[in-house]
């Protein structure tokens, strides 16, 4: 009778973290008028600002069908799923801190704020047409996304880099100059109303993530690691949402055979059966709302008699956590990426601590646009992206792993850990809180005391 209890218990668990997770995510008609609602509120509230505080007073964004800039993507009405033809948009501020007037070079309105500012019957050449918009504005600086540091802000590709240096008029040329920092800068805030939101997001993604690693899709000595993976990819199609990359589950083990606290990043862990007494790692991400998520969690396999995760391992978890504290302590307005990561490993060293930290902007793009905190296969500085300073209302994955040698398995231990967080200026907050304990399986034995 209490078996059956406690098997009621989990069902019912489980069952109601599923309808939580299904009734969160809102219909597709819902989710275009939200996505239209935010890029209608950073054109009007975001935009000037950084137009301002990069001083390129006009951008110019082009992309042709199927080819998109990485910016524009961000700028097109959730309706659209690529640009059309040849779109190209233009911004243009006429006094510092002054609203920004938009226009779209094209055959179309692009969304609410584009208007079409070119008529293709009265001047037939779409580039001729572009040329005197911007002569009409006499812009100081006219910024094109092409980039060194950053993929996401070189978008424009080498035929129309050509083509528009060809049409620009010659006393407009020098006035030509890299968009790089205006396209980061886009990329990487977060304005009001996405920072209310992401914490929800970051909710169903710790939700799917719970119940993955649970006793409803595991059964020990049967599940695969494969398997759960699968599992994550069907779960969220089921959900209605995407991800932006595969998700992985690997397993550490007592077993000295087993290496996988060794594993390069770069090769991927093999599939294995799911045993009792096994360490589960997760690295798993959505894209809901045009926002991203990255997540890594752990979880320990219960063997018989176990009711609860070793002690030995949750001391040894715990050291992730330092990782984390001693990373976003350095986070620090102004500093660069390269600056945090050599102040962080400066203070694992003091303590004694091995690891690496190798964390990322995270928003429009899961490996998104701004400063690059160490690489997993770099821990020095990373030129460029590391030298990007660090600025208020940014998103990031504060990802790393810390290495703890445990004596009950005589070898090393990986924590692996990852959760999205927010940059105020002032402090990190984790969007949805970070894991503390390793996660048993099962759930309900451990919560009940069984």
Same mark, same amino acid.
């Given at each position: ?36 609602? &935010? ?19 006009? &951008? ?19 309706? !659209? ?21 938009? #226009?779209? /070079?094209?055959?179309?309105? /692009? ?15 779409? !580039? ?34 050509? +083509? ?11 006035? +030509? ?8 800068? &886009? ?8 920072? @209310? ?34 599992? #994550? ?10 991800? &932006? ?27 294995? $059966? ?26 320990? $396999?219960?063997? @018989? ?37 050599? @102040? ?31 690489? !997993? ?31 009950? !398995? ?29 996660? *048993?399986? *099962?759930? +309900? ?6």
């Amino acid at each position: 009778m209490i078996k059956k209890l406690l098997h009621l218990c989990s069902v019912l668990l489980i069952s109601s973290l599923v309808y939580a997770q299904d009734s969160a995510v809102l219909t597709q008609r819902e989710q275009a008028e939200v996505i239209d609602n &935010w890029l209608e509120y950073r054109i009007e509230n975001l935009l000037p600002e950084l137009m301002t505080e990069t001083e390129v007073d006009m &951008w110019v964004v082009i992309s042709r069908e199927y080819n998109e800039d990485p910016v524009i993507r961000t700028m097109l009405p959730a309706t !659209w799923h690529a640009a059309r033809r040849r779109t190209i948009l233009v911004m243009y501020q006429p006094a510092a801190n002054a609203p920004v007037e938009t #226009y779209a /070079v094209a055959r179309y309105d /692009v969304g609410k704020s584009f208007k079409r500012a070119w008529d293709p019957e009265s001047q037939p050449d779409q !580039w001729q047409a572009l040329m005197d918009l911007i002569s009409s504005k006499n812009p100081k600086k006219i910024g094109l996304n092409y980039s060194k540091d950053y993929g996401h802000a070189d978008g424009l590709t080498t035929h129309e880099h050509q +083509v528009f240096l060809k049409y620009l008029p010659e006393n407009l040329q020098s006035k +030509v100059v890299s968009a790089q920092t205006l396209a980061v800068r &886009w990329l990487e805030t977060r304005t009001q109303p996405e920072m @209310a939101t992401y914490k929800h997001i970051q909710e169903i993604a710790h939700a799917i993530v719970a119940e993955g690693l649970s006793e409803a899709v595991i059964t020990p000595g049967v599940t695969t690691t494969d398997d759960v993976v699968w599992w #994550y990819r069907e779960r969220i199609k089921e959900l209605k949402l995407d991800t &932006w990359f595969h998700p992985s589950v690997d397993i550490q083990r007592a077993d000295p055979e087993n290496k996988e606290q060794n594993r390069d990043f770069a090769s991927k862990a093999p599939d294995s $059966v799911i045993m009792p007494g096994d360490l589960l790692h997760v690295d798993f991400g959505i894209s809901y709302l045009r926002l991203n998520t990255d997540t890594q969690e752990m979880a320990y $396999v219960l063997k @018989a008699g176990e009711t609860q995760v070793p002690d030995y391992l949750q001391k040894a978890f715990k050291q992730g956590n330092r990782v984390q504290d001693i990373l976003t302590s350095n986070f620090v307005t102004g500093r660069t990426g390269n600056e945090i990561l050599r @102040a962080s490993r400066k203070a694992m060293d003091e303590e004694g601590i091995r690891g690496s930290i190798y964390t990322h902007p995270l928003g429009f793009y899961g490996h998104s646009a701004g400063p690059t905190i160490g690489m !997993w296969d770099n821990q020095g500085d990373t030129p460029g992206a590391g030298d990007f300073s660090l600025h208020a209302y940014t998103g990031y994955a504060i990802e790393l792993n810390a290495v703890v040698f445990v004596p009950e !398995w005589n070898k090393d231990v990986r924590i692996m850990l990852e959760e999205g967080a927010l940059f105020d200026g002032q402090k990190v907050t984790y969007y949805n809180g970070r894991q503390q304990e390793i996660i *048993p399986i *099962p759930r +309900v034995s451990s919560y009940l005391g069984y």
